[in-house]
């Protein structure tokens, strides 16, 4: 039996992060992954802000950069569109090369002192009296792993907190996607991502081509709510009416799930915390969890190497981790499932209006009382749901404008 301090479940960027922290503050870390090759396949658009690097101290490597982002594109139902660059907004990006990344992630747990075992399959996990079991079968064959403390970071699904009695995924908070990667994309502007709004184009939710240089991107949509046509369904028909994608050709393809209801009721336990996907560390709006979900494996990474030194595992203890993440996300994984109800129920028109009236606007020389005017020339309706979403995402902002 091999016994650690420390055991974190998935080697995806949370995992990943989790036991860099964990090592780094003195605790023996193992690090499990059910996959041959870390990284593959990759689940995701790849899109993220390099703000986020800022708040996680890593500083961003070429070697997994793709491409460098720095403005946005969304079209409306209607064919209109609405470009902001950072030049408007101070608000940059990057595409990753996941398969790339989640292995320098890995590799820095690994330098920070975590013992990293792949190939691995955690089939079960049971308390005892010094915290988990974990029964794995391995290319060595079965081995067990005892462990004081549990990360449980094994994506959207999360066998092994549903194990715990945790359930951290339904239906009805899942965002179907699928995507593919392609190359001979025909997009106007690498250094811009795009979004396609509208109920034909993915049921409450959007599409996106993510480019990656050299006529390579990221196509993809995810769909929400009660849909006769599947998210497959809905992206074939998106590259067969899209301009840039007309003549593209797949390279690669991906399907799944992403979590998009918030966090889940109970990240943490005795001896347990749970971070990533598995926790719900998603952007309830746009599905993006890279970043989200690397602060939480952050949080849980620290919380966990202290509460080893304090030799005080309670769920009393690793309240903190909590606290912790909801400090690093502004408490906005708990906020946005509101705001994202409101994006959600825009109907078509309510799109092409919105984008009509932002293209009225100079970002660069507008202020907030500026937006609220350009907001209430909107129709009743929905400039309700505008104010109501403003307000959601930020409140401070806007009760100083409106008392």
Same mark, same amino acid.
């Not at 992060?17 to 870390?38: F, P, Q, T």
């Not at 950072?86 to 595409?95: A, H, K, L, R, T």
């Not at 979900?293 to 952050?298: P, Q, S």
């Given at each position: 039996?091999?016994?650690?301090?420390?055991?974190?479940?998935?080697?995806?960027?949370?995992?990943?992060?989790?036991?860099?922290?964990?090592?780094?503050?003195?605790? %023996?870390?193992?690090?499990?992954?059910?996959?041959?090759?870390?990284?593959?396949?990759?689940? &995701?658009?790849?899109?993220?802000?390099?703000?986020?690097?800022?708040?996680? *101290? !890593? =500083?961003?490597?070429?070697?997994?950069?793709?491409?460098?982002?720095?403005?946005?594109? /969304?079209?409306?139902?209607?064919?209109?569109?609405?470009?902001?660059?950072?030049?408007?907004?101070?608000?940059?990006?990057?595409?990753?090369?996941?398969?790339?990344?989640?292995?320098?992630?890995?590799?820095?747990?690994?330098?920070?002192?975590?013992?990293?075992?792949?190939?691995?399959?955690?089939?079960?996990?049971?308390?005892? $009296?010094?915290?988990?079991?974990?029964? @794995?079968?391995?290319?060595?064959?079965?081995?067990?792993?005892?462990?004081?403390?549990?990360? @449980?970071?094994?994506? #959207?699904?999360?066998?092994?907190?549903?194990?715990?009695?945790?359930?951290?995924?339904?239906?009805?908070?899942?965002?179907? &996607?699928?995507?593919?990667?392609? &190359? *001979?994309?025909?997009?106007?502007?690498?250094?811009? !991502?795009?979004?396609?709004?509208?109920?034909?184009?993915?049921?409450?939710?959007?599409?996106?081509?993510? #480019?990656?240089? %050299?006529?390579?991107?990221?196509?993809?949509?995810?769909?929400?709510?009660?849909?006769?046509?599947?998210?497959? $369904?809905?992206?074939?028909?998106?590259?067969?009416? @899209? #301009?840039?994608?007309?003549?593209?050709?797949?390279?690669?393809? %991906?399907?799944?799930?992403?979590?998009? %209801?918030?966090?889940?009721?109970?990240?943490?336990?005795? *001896?347990? /915390?749970?971070?990533?996907?598995?926790?719900?560390?998603?952007?309830?709006?746009?599905?993006?969890?890279?970043?989200?979900?690397?602060?939480?494996?952050?949080?849980?990474?620290?919380?966990?190497?202290?509460?080893?030194? =304090?030799?005080?595992?309670?769920?009393?203890?690793?309240?903190?981790?909590?606290?912790?993440?909801?400090?690093?996300?502004?408490?906005?994984?708990?906020?946005?499932?509101?705001?994202?109800?409101?994006?959600?129920?825009?109907?078509?028109?309510?799109?092409?209006?919105?984008?009509?009236?932002?293209?009225?606007?100079?970002?660069?020389?507008?202020?907030?009382?500026?937006?609220? +005017?350009?907001?209430?020339?909107?129709?009743?309706?929905?400039?309700?749901?505008?104010?109501?979403?403003?307000?959601?995402?930020?409140? +401070?902002?806007?009760?100083?404008?409106?008392?």
């Amino acid at each position: 039996m091999l016994k650690t301090d420390v055991v974190v479940i998935g080697a995806g960027p949370a995992g990943s992060m989790a036991a860099k922290h964990a090592a780094l503050g003195g605790a %023996n870390v193992v690090l499990i992954d059910k996959k041959s090759e870390i990284g593959t396949p990759k689940r &995701c658009a790849e899109g993220v802000y390099d703000e986020g690097f800022k708040w996680l *101290n !890593i =500083e961003p490597d070429e070697r997994w950069i793709a491409q460098r982002i720095y403005g946005a594109t /969304l079209h409306s139902p209607d064919g209109n569109s609405f470009t902001v660059t950072s030049e408007d907004v101070p608000v940059q990006g990057f595409i990753l090369e996941r398969k790339v990344f989640d292995k320098h992630m890995a590799m820095d747990a690994a330098r920070a002192g975590a013992k990293i075992m792949i190939k691995t399959l955690v089939t079960d996990i049971k308390r005892n $009296e010094n915290g988990f079991i974990l029964s @794995c079968d391995s290319i060595e064959g079965t081995i067990e792993v005892e462990a004081k403390i549990a990360i @449980c970071a094994d994506g #959207p699904e999360s066998i092994m907190a549903k194990k715990l009695g945790i359930n951290s995924t339904t239906p009805q908070n899942m965002m179907s &996607c699928a995507q593919f990667e392609m &190359c *001979n994309v025909d997009y106007n502007d690498d250094e811009k !991502i795009e979004f396609y709004l509208g109920q034909d184009v993915a049921l409450k939710g959007y599409a996106w081509i993510f #480019p990656k240089g %050299n006529g390579v991107a990221n196509v993809g949509l995810g769909v929400t709510g009660n849909t006769d046509k599947t998210a497959y $369904e809905y992206i074939m028909d998106f590259i067969e009416k @899209c #301009p840039a994608t007309k003549n593209a050709q797949p390279i690669e393809m %991906n399907i799944g799930g992403d979590p998009i %209801n918030g966090l889940i009721e109970k990240i943490y336990d005795d *001896n347990l /915390l749970i971070c990533g996907d598995a926790a719900g560390q998603v952007n309830p709006i746009e599905g993006g969890g890279i970043i989200e979900g690397m602060l939480g494996g952050m949080a849980a990474g620290d919380v966990a190497a202290k509460a080893i030194k =304090e030799e005080n595992y309670s769920k009393e203890r690793l309240h903190e981790y909590y606290e912790k993440y909801s400090e690093l996300s502004f408490n906005l994984i708990e906020t946005l499932p509101a705001a994202r109800d409101i994006v959600y129920s825009f109907t078509d028109d309510e799109y092409n209006k919105i984008i009509s009236v932002a293209n009225t606007i100079d970002l660069k020389n507008i202020s907030k009382r500026d937006v609220l +005017k350009v907001v209430f020339k909107l129709p009743p309706t929905l400039t309700t749901k505008l104010i109501k979403l403003l307000k959601i995402v930020f409140p +401070k902002q806007m009760k100083s404008i409106l008392f």
